[in-house]
C-alpha cells in the first residue's frame, strides 16, 4: 500500500511528541520494514523543521531525523502549479488542500493523518494512525 503521510504524523515522530509518538513510530516502522510505501511532501519536511525551531528543539536532532527517514521514504515534490491551482480548489484549509493534491499526483492509496475532519474532501480514503496500523497488520 502507497500511503501518504500528512505533516502532523512527521512532526509527531521527529519532535517527539509523548502523546502521540507511539502511533507515529510504528507507522514508520511500516514503511522501514517495507511493509508499506511512504510518501511525504517536501512541504511536510519544511514545517516540520519550521516547528522545530519555532519550538526550540535541538536541530541537529532534527534534521538528522528527517535525514534517516529520507532513507525508506518518497518525498514528493509540491509544484508551483499545485500551490496556485488550490488557492481555487474550495478547501477549507489551504495546506490540506496541497497535501491532498501531492497525495493524488503521487497515487496514493491513502492518506495518514491525526486530522481526518480536514480531509473530508478527499478523493482518496483517509486513515487515522490506528487505521493505517490495523490495515496493514491485518494483511
Given amino acids: 500500500m502507497r500511503a501518504y503521510i500528512d505533516t502532523n504524523i512527521l512532526v509527531d515522530l521527529v ?3 509523548q502523546e502521540f509518538l507511539p502511533d507515529a513510530q510504528r507507522v514508520f516502522a511500516l514503511g522501514y520494514a517495507g511493509e508499506a510505501q511512504l510518501v511525504i511532501s517536501a512541504l511536510s519536511f ?4 519550521y516547528l ?3 519550538y526550540k528543539y535541538p536541530m541537529e536532532e532534527v ?17 508551483g502549479q499545485n500551490v496556485v491551482d488550490m488557492l481555487s480548489s474550495g478547501w477549507k484549509d489551504y495546506e490540506d488542500a496541497t497535501q491532498h493534491r501531492v497525495a493524488v ?23 487515522s494512525p490506528t487505521e493505517f496500523i490495523d490495515k496493514i497488520d491485518s494483511k
Avoid at 106 to 124: G, L, P
Fill in 15 to 17: 519532535l517527539a511528541r
Fill in 63 to 79: 534534521y538528522a531525523k528527517l535525514r534517516l527517514i529520507t532513507d525508506f521514504v518518497d518525498v514528493a515534490d509540491l509544484s
Fill in 105 to 127: 499526483d503521487e497515487q496514493a492509496d491513502c492518506i495518514v493523518t491525526r486530522n481526518k475532519k480536514d480531509f473530508i474532501a478527499s478523493t482518496i480514503t483517509v486513515f
Fill in 52 to 54: 522545530g525551531r519555532k
Fill in 46 to 49: 519544511v514545517n516540520t523543521i
